[in-house]
């Protein structure tokens, strides 16, 4: 069993930044392919990036460039920076496995114009 806990979120201008940080418990967490996903009201939950154990990342197109994704399977934590957010960013995110079996309660990311 793994439990994820995310931290990081809040109100920023567009143009700014934020660090999303997932803390997690569990010995497994480090052979775990991790993602993070946001859903925006009324919208599906999407995957914006996600990291193999090894290091290797993925991206949504909408993302590249802007945000990246990294792990420390050490601390058992994966993080996400972005930079250059704009409005169309704001949505709850959440950190998750890539099978989507493990989630984090997710954390407000809201971005004013």
């Known amino acids: 069993q793994v439990q994820l806990v995310e931290s990081g979120g809040g109100l920023v201008q567009a143009g700014g930044s934020l660090r999303l940080s997932c803390a997690a418990s569990?010995?497994?967490?480090?052979?775990?392919?991790m993602g993070w996903y946001r859903q925006a009201p009324g919208k599906q939950r999407d995957l914006v990036a996600s990291?193999?154990?090894?290091?290797?990342?993925n991206y949504a197109d909408s993302v590249k460039g802007r945000f990246t994704i990294s792990r420390d399977n050490a601390k058992r934590t994966v993080s996400l920076q972005m930079i250059s957010l704009k409005p169309g960013d704001t949505a709850v995110y959440y950190c998750?496995?890539?099978?989507?079996?493990?989630w984090g309660q997710g954390t407000q990311v809201t971005v004013s114009s």
């Open positions: 990291i193999t154990s090894g290091g290797t990342t």
């Open positions: 569990g010995s497994i967490f480090s052979i775990l392919t």
């Open positions: 998750a496995d890539i099978l989507r079996r493990y």
